[in-house]
């Protein structure tokens, strides 16, 4: 785990390891302004316990030789979370994304970039063909959804760089406003971790909700002069997100379709690729199946009568 902001945004990196197994987890930080590496080391001394820590200072770039040789062979879910996107170009973290067996969890400052995707300077621009190790990023400045197309651009870079098998992300909102502050991207050779990543967004969607709910109604009474009723929280997500998961599932049943007309998938093959697109959670993807089958566009081998949903050891292929 790298970085010092994992203290400042810790709710997604904690809930996603607490799905994993128990293992025995070391974490490095690094921090490259001295006064605040002090701090870091004064505060990682009072929390010493199961985890054992290491504090580096210095750049992350200039630490990954540093890093690596501490992770040696071991497994490493690496949390690179930046300030903006300098110093993270796509070249020099390659180590980190090549690194076996590991994961990369990535906070892309999506706010920040597209504050500066516009802007015709050429020092800017090339430092975001090093922080995406491309120039394709360019056309994104032509396109109708620079938001989804910067994402996946850095997501097809990261699956590409790193030899990943599977890459996928989740947007995180602003308090005031119903557009992403930045999203967090991630990316794994096991299928498993797809999985594992939607049922955390799915438990924390909610959550998210609550917050905004809150920091809205607060922003309101400071503006009015006047306290609000508040109320306890709702059970259903908010339409933002609904309007927003209604689009993804929409995605997610173009791709499924498409990719059983290249062929019968097993189930467990299949299911991964569907659960990479955001906000589509693993009880979707036997709906999405029931469905077209319905409609009459797939068929759903080795499904008996007798059951009701589809599982692991069916075949899916697209209906003559």
Do not use: C
């Not at 005031?176 to 939607?198: D, E, S, V």
Request: positive net charge; proline residues 5%.
């Amino acid at each position: 785990m790298l970085g010092k902001a994992i203290a400042m945004k810790p709710d997604w990196a904690q809930a996603y390891m607490a799905q994993q197994r128990v293992a025995n987890i070391r974490a490095i930080f690094v921090e490259k302004d001295p006064t605040a590496f002090r701090a870091l080391e004064y505060a990682l001394q009072q929390h010493r316990g199961a985890v054992t820590t290491t504090a580096l200072l210095g750049t992350f770039q200039d630490n990954i030789p540093a890093i690596l040789r501490q992770v040696g062979t071991s497994f490493a879910f690496f949390f690179i979370d930046p300030k903006g996107w300098t110093g993270f170009a796509m070249d020099n973290i390659r180590p980190i994304l090549r690194h076996r067996p590991g994961e990369v969890m990535v906070n892309f400052m999506y706010d920040f970039i597209n504050r500066f995707i516009n802007y015709p300077d050429s020092t800017n621009e090339q430092s975001l063909d090093r922080f995406f190790g491309t120039t394709h990023w360019r056309d994104i400045r032509n396109t109708t959804d620079r938001e989804d197309a910067s994402v996946d651009l850095y997501k097809e870079q990261l699956r590409a760089t790193g030899a990943h098998t599977y890459v996928t992300s989740t947007g995180i909102l602003k308090p005031l406003h119903n557009r992403a502050y930045f999203h967090l991207i991630y990316a794994t050779r096991n299928p498993k971790g797809i999985l594992k990543f939607r049922d955390v967004e799915k438990q924390t969607v909610k959550e998210q909700d609550t917050v905004r709910a809150a920091a809205q109604r607060t922003h309101r009474e400071s503006t009015t002069g006047q306290a609000e009723l508040a109320f306890g929280p709702s059970a259903e997500i908010s339409t933002t997100i609904q309007l927003e998961r209604r689009h993804r599932l929409n995605q997610a049943k173009g791709r499924l379709l498409h990719l059983i007309r290249q062929g019968p998938i097993p189930y467990e093959a299949l299911q991964p690729l569907i659960l990479e697109h955001p906000l589509v959670w693993n009880s979707d993807f036997n709906t999405l199946l029931l469905e077209a089958q319905q409609e009459g566009s797939l068929i759903i081998g080795g499904m008996t009568a007798r059951e009701r949903t589809p599982k692991r050891g069916h075949l899916i292929r697209s209906k003559p």
